[in-house]
């Protein structure tokens, strides 16, 4: 798990809890290189004070999202989650209606905790079939609406096709697309950090 703080202790300041799998997690690369750790330091560039806890795991899904979350809330008090889950269970086959309830049980622990939850939307290769699409993917959406959630677009869907930001599998971003999902990340979370 990366940690990094950027506050001053005399400062009061926000907390990010970035809690997702592999596409947080710096998959294949260098914890530093990985997104949530570029997003940090464009905040500290900013001036912003947030202390930024990447607590994704690569591999990850909403079933051990459920287990670790708890902990994390308890020990970090994060004014802001960013939910970044579900691919993997999309990626296994696993009921839609399973992911939903997962996603939503997370997101009722974050708020009974005091934090602000922002969803991240989650698309599958099309090769799962369009029905099964299209029920993984309606998932993000009501929540998003049921539980009236920022819903982060998919940042890895702006890669796809672009020469050098996708790893072979068609999966992952490289090193080099990690600049590029920070600076959406911090654009979509910008107005919901303290000013």
């Given at each position: 798990?990366l940690l990094?703080s950027?506050?001053?202790?005399v400062?009061?300041a926000?907390?990010?809890?970035?809690?997702g799998?592999?596409?947080s997690?710096?998959?294949?690369m260098?914890s530093?290189?990985?997104?949530p750790h570029?997003?940090?330091e464009q905040?500290?560039?900013?001036?912003?004070q947030?202390?930024?806890?990447?607590?994704s795991v690569?591999?990850?899904?909403?079933?051990g999202?459920?287990?670790r979350?708890?902990?994390?809330?308890?020990?970090?008090q994060?004014?802001?989650?960013l939910?970044?889950?579900?691919?993997n269970?999309?990626l296994r086959?696993?009921?839609?209606g399973h992911?939903?309830?997962?996603?939503?049980r997370?997101?009722?622990l974050?708020?009974?905790?005091?934090?602000r939850v922002?969803?991240?939307?989650?698309?599958?290769?099309?090769?799962?079939g369009?029905?099964?699409?299209?029920q993984?993917?309606?998932?993000?959406?009501?929540l998003?609406?049921q539980?009236?959630?920022?819903l982060?677009p998919?940042f890895?869907?702006p890669?796809?096709g672009?020469?050098?930001?996708?790893?072979d599998?068609?999966?992952?971003p490289t090193?080099?697309?990690?600049?590029?999902?920070a600076r959406?990340?911090s654009r979509?979370?910008a107005?919901?950090?303290?000013?």
């Open positions: 798990m990094v950027l506050v001053s202790p400062v009061l926000d907390t990010l809890l970035i809690l799998d592999s596409l997690a710096g998959y294949r260098r530093d290189q990985a997104w570029l997003l940090a905040w500290q560039r900013e001036g912003r947030v202390t930024v806890v990447n607590a690569s591999g990850d899904t909403t079933q999202g459920l287990q979350l708890p902990p994390l809330l308890q020990r970090h994060p004014s802001l989650v939910l970044e889950l579900g691919g269970d999309g086959g696993l009921p839609p992911i939903e309830r997962n996603l939503d997370l997101i009722t974050a708020n009974n905790a005091g934090a922002v969803l991240t939307d989650i698309q599958l290769p099309p090769n799962y369009r029905r099964y699409l299209q993984f993917e309606g998932v993000f959406s009501r998003a609406d539980h009236q959630l920022p982060l998919f890895v869907a890669l796809i672009r020469n050098g930001m996708m790893m599998d068609g999966i992952h090193a080099a697309a990690q600049p590029l999902i959406q990340v979509f979370l107005p919901y950090l303290t000013p």
